[in-house]
């Protein structure tokens, strides 16, 4: 059985929660991610890590912890120091395999009468919940700001899954906004795989303790370069941590992966994370003025380490782009956009200046 054919339960009823894209009537491939546009001699706009990570540091206490593969892991150490990065309790931090555990063990241990997810987003939370036998419904956010009105999310919801900054559009929802959507009896998951992106975390609920039903899941993955390390985790209160726990496999998070988690969690690691986030603030300014430039509709607002563009025949445009040498990541894979949107990753800007010369040339 192939991995799309084992998310075929729970098909999501969609438009049910606030209305249907008319360009998004049939279904996509909510497993396809931007890893597969890449390819060997391709200039790499399409994944959305950032380059040239992770960095020394990083790896040597990466490579350091090598010398324990003989114990079992303990994750003690980085689940304190996860509560500590956030002003959390221990026992409200669960460390997992990057933020798509995450979603799994949500998805296996909730049993939602009514979950929505809020769309364009991330695919992997409803890939997760549409394999665990669940119907979702979908709430389409709008171009041209993608943003959230808490009041199109229906009242009977009591699972809700929303990104911030969000993936594709790059958009950072108001935690306050964020916020309303919480109430008894309903889980609200917040996704900030991109949070770091922003300088000072302003609208990060990763701190909030209080918020009923609130959970918040981090991702080590983008700002240091570590997809293939695997490392993330979740926050949320204790009783539910415990359930998810509780479903998770025996350890699932490897040696390495929490010395990653620690050392990324360290005062020094979270102030080099801000630093980069506010030199990425100009790379992605200029390349935002540059695909502008070039005749592209950029998405306003951008807060993340990529651009949601829209192009006259995108598609075609993402075909001529590999032919030239870039990848790019399609945008029909992602519900409530169709095939004139593409997602393109922030680089260094001679990087970018690169990009968007060859962009001007196939426009």
């Known amino acids: 059985m192939t991995r799309r054919e084992a998310a075929a339960p729970g098909a999501p009823r969609i438009g049910h929660a606030g209305g249907a894209d008319p360009g998004q009537a049939h279904e996509v491939d909510l497993h396809h991610h931007g890893d597969a546009e890449t390819g060997p001699g391709l200039l790499d706009f399409a994944v959305n890590v950032r380059t040239g990570t992770p960095p020394a540091w990083l790896a040597e206490r990466i490579a350091a912890s090598l010398s324990g593969l003989a114990a079992y892991p303990d994750p003690r150490p980085a689940r304190a120091a996860v509560a500590a990065r956030h002003g959390r309790d221990p026992a409200g931090v669960l460390l997992t395999a990057g933020a798509a555990e995450a979603f799994v063990l949500l998805a296996r241990v909730l049993a939602p009468r009514r979950a929505v997810v809020v769309h364009p987003q991330f695919t992997e939370p409803e890939a997760a919940l549409r394999a665990a036998g669940h119907a979702v419904d979908r709430v389409l956010l709008t171009a041209p700001g993608f943003l959230l009105d808490p009041a199109r999310i229906p009242d009977d919801a009591d699972l809700v899954m929303v990104g911030n900054p969000t993936n594709p559009t790059s958009v950072l929802h108001p935690s ?188």
Not at 279 to 286: H, K, P, S
Not at 313 to 320: K, N, Q, S, T, W
Request: glycine share 10%.
């Open 176 to 363: 306050d906004a964020l916020a309303r959507l919480a109430r008894p009896g309903r889980t609200l998951v917040v996704d900030e795989a991109f949070a770091d992106c922003v300088p000072g975390e302003p609208e990060s609920l990763a701190g909030r303790a209080g918020i009923p039903g609130l959970v918040v899941l981090r991702s080590l993955t983008k700002t240091w370069g570590l997809a293939g390390l695997r490392a993330g985790y979740l926050l949320a209160e204790p009783g539910l941590v415990a359930r998810l726990a509780a479903a998770q496999p025996l350890w699932s998070v490897s040696t390495p992966a929490l010395a990653a988690t620690e050392a990324c969690c360290a005062p020094e690691a979270v102030a080099e994370a801000d630093a980069w986030a506010r030199e990425m603030a100009g790379d992605r300014a200029a390349l935002a003025g540059a695909l502008g430039a070039a005749g592209l509709h950029v998405t306003p607002g951008a807060a993340a380490s990529f651009l949601l563009v829209k192009a006259v025949d995108g598609a075609g445009l993402r075909v001529r782009l590999r032919a030239a040498g870039i990848a790019v990541r399609r945008g029909d894979t992602f519900p409530g956009l169709g095939p004139d949107w593409l997602r393109i990753a922030v680089r260094d800007r001679w990087t970018s200046l690169r990009m968007a010369r060859t962009l001007a040339e196939l426009l």
